[in-house]
Nanobody
């Protein structure tokens, strides 16, 4: 599967953005999907993800109640709605997919086989 992320930009603290990740290929609904981010000088970290279609979403603690991950299997797209953005959310955001990930692996970036190219989010204070 190929992934194409979009929607990043420069915003002010408190603003919202919606990231999109469009996937090519078949059987999109059978993939675990996730968003990761990587800030300059830091390791890539899990933001949010689903273990499979219909599975419960998981979130990194600092984005709970601000970010929402969703998927539209008909459009082969996964979204990340980001509200109340903070300067510490500044990073390159990557979408990832994999068919064999189990729930315990969801937050492990090394477990994913497929990655989008990244979209940059900059939040000014």
């Amino acid at each position: 599967v190929q992934l194409q992320a979009s929607g990043g930009g420069l915003v002010q603290a408190g603003d919202s953005l919606r990231l999109s990740c469009a996937a090519s290929g078949r059987a999109f609904s059978t993939y675990a999907l996730a968003w990761f981010r990587q800030a300059p000088g830091k390791e890539r970290e899990f933001v949010a993800g689903f273990s499979r279609s219909g599975g419960r979403a998981a979130y990194e603690e600092s984005v709970k109640n601000r970010f929402t991950i969703s998927r539209d299997n008909a459009k082969n797209t996964v979204y990340l709605q980001m509200n109340s953005l903070k300067p510490e959310d500044t990073a390159v955001y990557y979408c990832a997919a994999d068919r064999s990930i189990i729930l315990s692996e969801l937050r492990n970036y090394a477990a994913y086989d497929f990655w989008g190219q990244g979209t940059e989010v900059t939040v000014s204070s």
